[in-house]
C-alpha cells in the first residue's frame, strides 16, 4: 500500500496481541471490541504478535502458573484473531494506517517487562520497532488498559496518555516522561502531535458495555487521526 491512501479506500490498521488471556496474553474482551469497532467503522484489520515464548502460563480459573505448557504468544494469540494472524516481525508502517494494542497482562509481561521491571522495564525489540517507525512515519497509534506504557517508554517526553487512575501505574509513565491525565470510562486521550490516542479500559473496575465504549471510542480517535 502507498504512504498516500485514496479516501475511498478503506484504512488499515495493525492489532498487536500478546496471546490469549488477561493474565498471561492480550485480554480477550479488549481485544474482541477493538476489532469489533474497527470492523463496524470499515476499517480493515490485521492481527500481529511476537513470534516468542510468553513469559509464563495462568491457569486462568485457579490463577495458578502452569510450568508443564509453556506457549507461544504469535499460537495464543492465533486463537483470538482465528488464525488470521502474522508475526509482528512482518510489520511495516509503510503498509497501515495505524497500529493499536489492546490491554492485558501480555502487554507488561510479553510486550515488555513492565510488570517486573517497573520503569526500568525494556520493550520487546518488534514492538519498540513499530512503534518507532509508526510513530516516525507520522501515523496514529492507540493504546487499551496497560498497554500506554509501551508508548510511555519508547516514546516519553511528555507524550499525554492515559492508564485510568491508578495512582502505581500512574507514577510510573510519569517517571518514564510521559503526562498522564486521569480518566473514567469511555474517556480518550489524544495527544495530536504524536498522534497517541489512548483509553483506560480495565485499568478501571469495568462492565463488558463499559469496555466496549472504550473501544470504540479510542478506535474513533485513531480514525479521526487518520483523516488529519
Not at 29 to 51: I, K, M, N, Y
Request: net charge negative.
Amino acid at each position: 500500500m502507498s504512504e498516500s491512501r485514496s479516501a475511498h479506500t478503506a484504512p488499515r490498521v495493525a492489532v498487536v496481541l500478546s496471546g490469549c488471556g488477561v493474565y498471561d496474553g492480550a485480554e480477550i474482551h479488549e481485544s474482541v471490541l477493538t476489532l469489533l469497532a474497527l470492523d463496524r467503522a470499515g476499517a480493515q484489520a490485521q492481527c500481529f504478535a511476537p513470534d516468542r515464548p510468553q513469559h509464563h502460563v495462568i491457569n486462568h480459573l485457579t490463577g495458578a502458573e502452569q510450568t508443564d505448557a509453556p506457549r507461544n504468544a504469535l499460537v495464543e494469540s492465533a486463537r483470538i484473531a482465528r488464525g488470521k494472524i502474522l508475526p509482528l516481525a512482518d510489520y511495516r508502517a509503510a503498509d497501515f494506517d495505524a497500529i493499536v494494542f489492546p490491554g492485558g497482562f501480555g502487554a507488561a509481561k510479553n510486550l515488555s517487562s513492565f510488570a517486573f521491571d517497573g520503569v526500568d522495564c525494556t520493550v520487546e525489540a518488534d514492538v519498540e520497532r513499530a512503534i518507532r517507525e509508526t510513530h516516525a512515519a507520522g501515523k496514529p497509534i492507540g493504546a487499551l488498559c496497560i498497554s500506554p506504557v509501551l508508548l510511555a517508554k519508547v516514546l516519553g517526553d511528555g507524550i499525554s496518555l492515559t492508564i485510568g487512575s491508578d495512582a502505581g501505574a500512574a507514577g510510573a509513565v510519569t517517571a518514564m516522561g510521559a503526562d498522564h491525565r486521569i480518566t473514567g470510562h469511555g474517556e480518550v486521550i489524544v495527544d495530536p502531535v504524536r498522534r497517541v490516542a489512548t483509553t483506560p479500559c480495565y485499568m478501571l473496575d469495568a462492565t463488558l458495555s463499559q469496555i466496549d465504549d472504550g473501544a470504540r471510542a479510542v478506535i474513533r480517535a485513531v480514525l479521526e487521526l487518520i483523516e488529519r
